[in-house]
Nanobody, 115 residues
Framework: QVQLAESGGGLVQPGGSLRLSCAASKNIFSLYAMGWYRQAPGKERELVADIRNGGARNYADSVKGRFTISRDNYKNTVNLQMNSLKPEDTAVYYC?????????WGQGTQVTVSS
């Protein structure tokens, strides 16, 4: 089993930056993939970005060029650097891990982009 804990959310003005971090309870090098999803009010949860254990990254079209996902295998964390934030990025952001075909989710962290 994998426990995930997100941090780094908050309120930021349009054009600003935030860095989200997801700490895992086990060695993430052994996990098939980790990623970030988000869910805005009244909308379905959607992929933001993920990273496979081989290093391949995948981004939603809406965040390409603005967000960067990275992993630190020594600290067992996956980070999401979010730049040039827009109001439409406002959502609860969830960390996800895939281990032996099982999906694990964190509790989520709120990101609000507003002036």
């Amino acid at each position: 089993q994998v426990q995930l804990a997100e941090s780094g959310g908050g309120l930021v003005q349009p054009g600003g930056s935030l860095r989200l971090s997801c700490a895992a309870s086990k060695n993430i090098f052994s996990l098939y993939a980790m990623g970030w999803y988000r869910q805005a009010p009244g909308k379905e949860r959607e992929l933001v970005a993920d990273i496979r254990n081989g290093g391949a990254r995948n981004y939603a079209d809406s965040v390409k060029g603005r967000f960067t996902i990275s992993r630190d295998n020594y600290k067992n964390t996956v980070n999401l650097q979010m730049n040039s934030l827009k109001p439409e990025d406002t959502a609860v952001y969830y960390c996800k891990a895939v281990d032996s075909g099982i999906f694990y989710w964190g509790q989520g962290t709120q990101v609000t982009v507003s002036s």
